[in-house]
């Protein structure tokens, strides 16, 4: 898709006429020859359709570059995992000038390639095939909340409505978990039928469309959206937690239960980046924390460094590059990203939000300390990785000092000084949670990025070439990205709800309604 389409797309959006203007809503909108009104609801062939979009396009998993402008030159930046090797023109969104063409691609995508489809799967099964309406809602949280996590207000009660205003991001929080409560009512009923699944054919992920591995999905993603508002609104936090754990069916247990699909080319677009572009490397912040535990993961997620042969080598986020030079032989990525299987949610991650849980006092089916635990397990395992017992147990390593071996200037020493083995201090084992789920995340620097927002763990190296001229804190690093500019330019009364919803100026420095500055506890 060529940046033009990409903005005339866009820009049906901005005017909510995106079921007219969307180049594939064409075939979805007319009829298979000869097919009655009635044969197409016996097969759900009228809905069926409308599900392919949101598993391409939740993590771009076909076209590369437009991966690489939906998340990974931006959340996989800031997030510390990758960077590129070399600088995308003076200033970027690694130096914190943001680039408004690169921002713009996430929002533009969801809404045309993903949301409005699930509105259209909406309007043909509500109250009529509510097993595919509530699938719908399941993938619509999903979406929107990685939106409003990177942007705030959002679209989301009046989409599809002819009102182009936004919600809060309290507001969407407070509708997305609504949304799941029907969700997941709806298909606990029918897996305690018996029903034989309706999306089994339609079903991009692994899961083969059984109602229950869906529904303890939307558990576990309720207790991602808790946690996300713990410091905002604790109490709504603790209830939401508690009802996704508690439920029936709960939440992922098992290393199996973590959501994954199949890439359509088979491929995975991370390692086309890193591998035949030669774009993408190993952050400095990965070299040292797993370099610093040792971490067994590290040769699965990293290939060793040509630079330095049979060491890993990261690059630092935000510096000035060498003049003629390139970081081109340090640490590309390994096996992780080998396979054309993404993960939208592992078990390991789960498990981390289940011991945060517990550490806030709320009744997480465990104490925090065996919850932790049980992440670090369920990621080793996850990733086929050895020595789980004796690094739980480690009280003596440290992340590690960075060097950098093309510019001493870029070394860097080592922030975080904790270590694997659980404490008895509760602010330290708050970022020994954060900092084991920012290691089991990966490469999902969208979610490591939000929870770092949150936190302020893993501790994290700060950039060194900050060419924000003031607006961007290099200590606090970007809060968000700014309104997409499809919308500035066609939806001024959309942006300037949304503005007002978000209490504070539409650029990279105004926090979000759930990033507060109270203390963790």
Known sequence: ?????????????????????????????????????????????????????????LFISETTWQYQIQQSLQADGWSGYMTTPVPFGPKNNHDYVLNGGWNSYAWDDAYVNIISYLYKAEQRSKDKFDQFYAWSLILKVATMQRITDMYGPAVYSKFGKGVATYDSQKEIYTQMFKDLDFAVAELTKRNAAGE????DETDLSLYEGKYANWTKYANSLRLRMAMRISKVDPALAKVEAEKAVSH????????????????????????????????????????????????????????????????YKGVRTGIVYPSGST?????????????????????????????????????????????????IKSSFEQNGAEGATA???????????????LNPANNAQAISKITVAWGTDKEKNLEKIITQKWIATYPDGQEAWSEFRRTGYPKLFRISNNQSNGLISTELGVRRLAFSDSEVANNKEGIASGVAALGGLDNGATRLWWDTTAPNF
């Open 391 to 405: 690094y739980i147990a480690d009280n003596t390593k440290l992340p590690k000092d960075y060097v950098d071996p």
């Open 248 to 311: 029936s069916l709960g939440v992922f247990t098992t290393t199996a239960d973590g959501l994954k699909i199949k890439s359509p080319t088979d491929l995975n677009v991370i390692d086309v980046m890193s591998h035949s572009w030669v774009g993408l490397f190993m952050g400095a912040d990965m070299e040292s924390i797993l370099g610093g535990y040792q971490d067994p993961r590290i040769s699965k997620y990293w290939n060793t460094s040509k630079v330095t042969p049979g060491e």
């Open 1 to 57: 898709m060529t940046i033009n389409k990409i903005k005339r797309t866009a820009l049906c959006l901005s005017l909510l006429t995106a079921f007219s203007c969307t180049d594939n809503f064409e075939d979805i909108n007319t009829n298979p020859e000869g097919a009655t009104v009635e044969q197409l609801d016996q097969d759900y062939n009228s809905i069926k359709s409308l599900f392919k979009p949101a598993f391409n396009h």
């Open 327 to 375: 970081y081109s032989k340090f640490s590309q990525t390994g096996p992780r990203t080998k396979t054309g299987e993404i993960t939208w949610m592992s078990t390991a991650e789960v498990y981390f939000l289940r011991a945060e849980g517990a550490l806030r006092g709320w009744n997480m089916g465990g104490t925090a300390q065996s919850l932790y635990e049980a992440g």
């Open 196 to 199: 034989k699944t309706a999306f």
